[in-house]
């Protein structure tokens, strides 16, 4: 399911146009991602929780020329899946 049929979908669920389905998942991804990023853990019950993770410096090496380099530290994104999401998936 692309962004489109998500946008289709909740729009036909939950009596809405499409264009106000498509505002209020836009609204709902932009929240998320600004708690994320601010280092909030954003949890919704049944489904699951999304979070920020770290890694850390490390070396590497360029593939191309097998010189070893610095690889810095990084945010990651994390997603775990809830216990009513699970059971949906695993039937």
């Known amino acids: 399911m692309n962004k489109q049929e998500l946008i289709d979908a909740v729009a036909a669920s939950a009596g809405l146009t499409k264009a106000a389905a498509?505002?209020?998942?836009?609204?709902t991804l932009r929240s998320i991602s600004k708690a994320v990023a601010k280092g909030d853990t954003v949890q919704l019950?049944?489904?699951g929780s999304f979070?920020?993770?770290a890694r850390?410096?490390?070396m590497g090496r360029n593939p191309k020329t097998g010189e070893p380099l610095q690889i810095p530290t990084s945010k990651t994104v994390k997603f775990t899946a809830g216990?009513?999401?699970k059971d949906t998936?695993?039937?």
């Open 22 to 27: 498509g505002e209020m998942i836009d609204a």
């Open 45 to 47: 019950i049944g489904f």
């Open 51 to 53: 979070g920020a993770g």
């Open 56 to 58: 850390v410096a490390r």
């Open 83 to 85: 216990k009513g999401f």
């Open 89 to 91: 998936v695993n039937g």
